[in-house]
Nanobody, 127 residues
Framework: EVQLVESGGGMVQSGGSLRLSCAAS????????MSWVRQTQGKRPEWVSA????????FYTDSVKGRFTVSRDNAKNTLYLQMNSLKPEDTARYYC????????????????????WGQGTQVTVSS
């Protein structure tokens, strides 16, 4: 059974940092491109970041470039998102998701791109 379990969310002041983790199991983690997606209640999900299977290629939405860093440890089957200089507009529930195929280079959200999601972890940034 494929499982993605996020952790590391919490409440932080503006300018603070958090590191999210996503523990993967039930599949060959190192053969899938992975993504972070966030969603604020009542709004459409927003694509945040993607990383290729080997971790050497990373991609970000413009609003987080220079502040967020996605990485993966294939030996530990874990995906990470280091978030620095957090802003109130980063407040959202953050999900890790497995790409159904390869990341196609499109920096936007489409539900068709993913086949598995975690339950999410809440990040709240206060001003």
């Amino acid at each position: 059974e494929v499982q993605l379990v996020e952790s590391g969310g919490g409440m932080v002041q503006s300018g603070g940092s958090l590191r999210l983790s996503c523990a993967a199991s039930g599949f060959s983690f190192d053969t899938y491109d992975m993504s972070w997606v966030r969603q604020t209640q009542g709004k459409r999900p927003e694509w945040v970041s993607a990383i290729n299977t080997g971790g050497l290629s990373t991609f970000y939405t413009d609003s987080v470039k220079g502040r967020f860093t996605v990485s993966r440890d294939n030996a530990k089957n874990t995906l990470y998102l280091q978030m620095n200089s957090l802003k109130p507009e980063d407040t959202a529930r953050y999900y890790c998701a497995r790409y159904r195929g390869s990341f196609g280079g499109v920096h936007s959200y489409s539900s068709d791109d993913y086949d598995y999601w975690g339950q999410g972890t809440q990040v709240t940034v206060s001003s």
